[in-house]
């Protein structure tokens, strides 16, 4: 299973960032990456919230804009 964005259609994502609780960058994702595994230097991640962040482009100004949310990540 992978951590992918569904329903992005339409909408120039830049980036997408996968962090643990503590801050720490896990992955970073472009658009054209398959996803995270929940593998981060080859050792699986526990079984618990992690965080994402989005960087976006929004409406005719091109304004950059970042959208973040967690997700649970269950073995």
């Keep these: 299973m992978e951590?992918?964005?569904n329903?992005?259609?339409g909408i120039p994502i830049s980036q997408i960032y996968t962090?643990?609780?503590f801050?720490?960058?896990l992955k970073q994702l472009d658009l054209d990456s398959k996803g995270w595994t929940g593998i981060y230097n080859g050792n699986e991640m526990l079984s618990t919230d992690?965080?994402?962040k989005i960087t976006y482009i929004e409406g005719v100004d091109n304004v950059q804009k970042?959208?973040?949310s967690?997700?649970?990540l269950k073995r």
Excluded: A, M, N
């Design 3 to 5: 951590l992918t964005i």
């Design 7 to 9: 329903g992005q259609e």
């Design 19 to 21: 962090i643990d609780r």
């Design 23 to 25: 801050g720490k960058l």
């Design 50 to 52: 992690y965080w994402f």
């Design 66 to 68: 970042e959208f973040l």
């Design 70 to 72: 967690h997700f649970s």
